[in-house]
């Protein structure tokens, strides 16, 4: 088959399709998403939580690190990157911390208040409340903005819990959504607690009577006299999740990730994968439960985590939108932009292997013949999770890491050859002659346009190996902005070149995936979004039409041209025009036999010229 083109002025083309000449298969899962805790992309974005700060606990230092000074210290240890002590540390706002997202009011009495630890905590893992000294008659207001606003929408319920220790406590107790941009409440009840004499656990389902943008909750004790209240874990949930679950994630954000047509999802991430220190990586056993039990942690992006969207979640995502699992898993290495520490200790690496194995026995094993399998049956999911891939590391290279994969994959293939085990180093000869055997490796980039149009013959010079590709993280973020149309085609053009090599790259994921629009860490990110809206730029659409047109196999196809002829035109016309909106255009100049001079849109109307 064969297609032509040829216009006066405009070089020939001819276009030859052979049908008959089949190449490279595209993987049917090809396509996929890479979830991590950046942008806030799950608190404040995919995760339904509407609280901000709900367990007082963002002040709360990341484990193995120290405070002064306003700022936080890692450990002084060598990293595995240099080998030398990298003395990583990050500013630290200790008293914005421990009140973000919170404000007290008091109206007619007085009150005190400070986050602090209560003799009697909640839980070991929430050990810090809200503690309310309210002095006289009046109203004392604990209220919470939420992510920047908290959105309702009229005719939605809303879930409330929240935990309160006010021994002797006498007055009223009312929670509200109210609306600040109009000053009204749009959502309101009255409690009547039997006894606040120890902690105990208050629930409420409030409806939103209108939309509302710019919320903030509201909890407000009609107070009669001095009393000490203390306040812990409080939560606000849509009843309206995606799919309608409990602990769930935001309707509209996961139904934006739904149509992308994902056939995998990489999770927890990316660097919060290996911590700014090795003590501060993600723990996937700590995300599992109540949430009210979930510990939390710093993640180095500059906020902390709820760990609410947790490894369940995350399985349960999957299944919901019928793709593959791949958890990545810390190959006992910390960040080598940041700490980069690590343990060679045989035992220790021992335990982060056997990390590894009870996080895929929770997502696939038996219950009757595994403890963790057995938790999962617990949590309401006897079936296997669709877990398919374990990523061993993120974005770890050089000979630790080397001997670090070595020694777990090569157990871990033998136990669970069912999975697929990926390398996190680029695949060239280089870097690979001391890595034993992988099932894929991981190469990233984040470049600007011209290296990703150059870029799409890339995999045809590369040599085929025993290991096939992953492109876990990609994306065209410089010279571009916060991104661009030009950005966008540069990665269609980059695509292209991967879906030609269909028989090494298997899969590709574009990073980041999501960032709330108030507090970005990253400058590109594929879907923006803030308490009430989402939105694809242009890098998203492409990913969608990817997926949603993604061939079968590859054909022969050759694109022949001819050097245009070359005309001189010695009178024309200038215009310049929008559709369907306004400009306006300025410094605009016009360049003849070599002499330019700058014009304004009055010199050209009406004026014909050589």
Known sequence: MALASAM??????????????????????????????????GDGGLYAEMVQNRGFEEHVLPRGMVYRDGKIYAPNLPSYATHEKADWSDKWDMEAKKMLGWRVEAEGCRV?????????????????????????????TLANSGYWGMAVKEGEKYDLRFYLNAPGYKGTLTVEIYDVEKGKTVGSETLHPVSLEHWTELTATLQAASDARHCELRIVFGASGRSVVWVDYVSLFPQNTFKGRKNGLRKDVAEMLAGLQPQFMRWPGGCIVEGATLDNRVRWKETLGDPMTRRGEWSLWGYRSTYGFGYHEFLQFCEDLGMDGMFVANAALGCSFRNGDYTDDPAELERYLQDIRDAIDYAIGDPSENE?????????????????????????????YVRHFNYMYGKLKKEYPQIVFINTMGGNDDEMKDVVKTDMVDPHWYVNPDFFFGANDLFDKRQRKDFTVYVGEYACNAEVGSGN??????????????????DMVQMASYAPLLVNVNQPNWACNQIWLDSYRTMGRASYYV?????????????????TQTEPEKKSFQEGTVGVGTWNTQAEFRNIRLTAGGSTREVSIQDLQGRRGT
């Open 8 to 41: 006066a002025g405009v070089d020939a083309q001819s276009l030859r399709v052979d049908l008959k000449q089949r190449g490279h298969e595209v993987n049917e899962d090809m396509y996929g998403i890479f979830f991590e805790e950046i942008n806030h992309a």
């Open 485 to 502: 149309m030009l950005a966008a085609l540069s990665e269609a053009a980059f695509m292209l070149g991967m879906e030609r090599n269909g």
């Open 112 to 140: 005190a208040h400070e986050v602090s630890e209560p003799e009697y905590p909640l839980h070991k893992n929430t050990p810090n409340a809200m503690k309310l000294e309210i002095d006289g008659a009046g109203k004392v």
């Open 543 to 559: 990913q969608k039409m990817m997926a949603e047109n993604r061939p079968d196999y590859n054909v022969q196809v050759n694109l």
């Open 372 to 400: 963790w399998a057995r938790r999962r049956a617990e949590a309401g999911h006897a079936e296997p999770f669709p877990l398919k891939y374990v990523e061993i590391g993120n974005e770890n290279f050089g000979p630790v």
